[in-house]
């Protein structure tokens, strides 16, 4: 296998990491940021700087206005934008936005692409996922509670989602939700219909999303057929289109910040002194940077092992499952020795780690939590479907 970058990428990789450290990171001190993430006007200043760069949604096919990035290319290109906690929003390749618009473009109809995927690449709206739910679906989306029944020519949703990320500013909802029959199907709404209500925002550890955490209400929520997301009865399927790809995505902007904080943990290793010598020279910080490197390191492997099995047109799920469990807690692993490294600034807000830290902790549970992947995985395992070298 050739690890070696095309100039193509090596060109992607310098205009957005350069982007990143001249644009995003003097905004990362701007005070329209708060418990449920940036503001929708910071939100739209710094999509504004990246569309300026030509570096907006790049993820997205060219056709509907992006720069129709391979998973390979995300990998590089994600990783530099995660750099910083802003970049993801500024590019447009935040969660939930960043694995719907992949779902629409491979799901949706032209229409439905007109009406909401266009207008979502170009910056101007946001959307979110509705599946989890409460007392339902979450790490198990068979116990998938919320229903819509056939009404003539229109379904009518009823159910309760929570941890619905970035639903308070959003133009439009994808909800999963169960037929008569029991099988589950996707539908899009516009937000600011009746039978929408955000009940509340949750308080979340993390405060990188634009729109926090909602819980949401459909209460006769009524849809036109028209606006079915693909087929009836295929949600669950349609899911794994979307989840494969948007839980790689995730390990890919994490990178980016736990290189962040080793990067910080570094450079206070070199000048800060203990002991009648810099912090790095002793054995016990040292050793965490070594450990760093090679936890980072790994995890890049990782990822761009499973961005050439998608880009292959495999389905990834084994690999990508694997990817998230291995990514989640080494990523946490460096983020963790940084703040032990940084000592009293660690827990502060004194450098950007405490805030990397407290960021990062969901990222175990996004998108399934280690534990359900490694049962995945084991099942694939005994049952002989486990892909082998």
């Not at 990171?25 to 701007?30: A, K, L, T, Y």
């Not at 819509?148 to 639903?167: C, E, H, L, P, S």
Request: proline residues 4%; aromatic residues 6%.
């Amino acid at each position: 296998m050739d690890f070696e970058l095309t100039s193509r990428q090596r060109d992607l990789q310098m205009k957005t990491r350069e982007f990143i450290a001249n644009k995003i990171i003097p905004m990362e001190s701007d005070e329209r940021q708060g418990a449920h993430g940036p503001e929708e006007s910071l939100r739209a200043e710094l999509v504004d700087l990246a569309r300026q760069a030509g570096l907006l949604t790049p993820h997205a096919s060219i056709d509907m206005g992006g720069l129709g990035l391979s998973h390979v290319d995300k990998a590089i290109v994600f990783e530099e934008a995660g750099y910083s906690r802003l970049g993801p929003t500024a590019l447009n390749i935040h969660a939930p936005d960043e694995g719907n618009i992949h779902l629409m473009e491979v799901v949706a109809t032209r229409e439905q692409k007109e009406r909401w995927l266009r207008p979502q690449v170009q910056g101007h709206i946001r959307s979110c996922f509705a599946m989890t739910e409460p007392d339902g679906a979450g790490a198990d989306p068979s116990m998938l509670a919320t229903t819509a029944v056939r009404d003539g020519d229109d379904y009518i949703i009823n159910g309760k989602k929570w941890f619905i990320t970035g639903a308070h500013g959003a133009s439009y909802v994808i909800i999963m939700a169960k037929l008569e029959d029991g099988s589950a199907t996707m539908f899009l709404s516009d937000m600011d219909v009746p039978g929408i209500e955000i009940v509340r925002l949750m308080d979340a550890m993390d405060t990188c999303f634009t729109g926090g955490h909602a819980v949401m209400q459909f209460n006769n929520l009524r849809v036109p057929a028209s606006q079915v997301l693909g087929e009836l009865g295929k949600g669950f399927r349609y899911a794994q289109v979307r989840l494969a790809p948007a839980r790689l995505t995730h390990c890919m902007r994490w990178l980016g910040q736990a290189r962040r904080a080793h990067d910080i943990a570094t450079q206070y290793a070199r000048t800060r002194e203990a002991f009648g010598k810099p912090l790095g020279k002793h054995e016990g910080v040292g050793f965490m940077l070594a450990d760093n490197d090679m936890d980072l390191h790994t995890a890049r492997m990782h990822i761009w092992h499973t961005a050439a099995v998608l880009d292959r047109g495999e389905t990834g799920n084994f690999e990508s499952s694997r990817a998230k469990v291995v990514c989640s807690e080494a990523q946490w692993r460096v983020v963790d020795r940084c703040v032990q490294i940084l000592g009293g600034q660690g827990v502060t807000g004194e450098t950007e780690l405490m805030r990397i830290f407290t960021d990062m902790r969901s990222f175990r549970i996004y998108d399934g939590p280690s534990e359900v992947h490694r049962w995945s995985m084991a099942r694939k395992i005994l049952d002989g479907k486990a892909p082998t070298p």
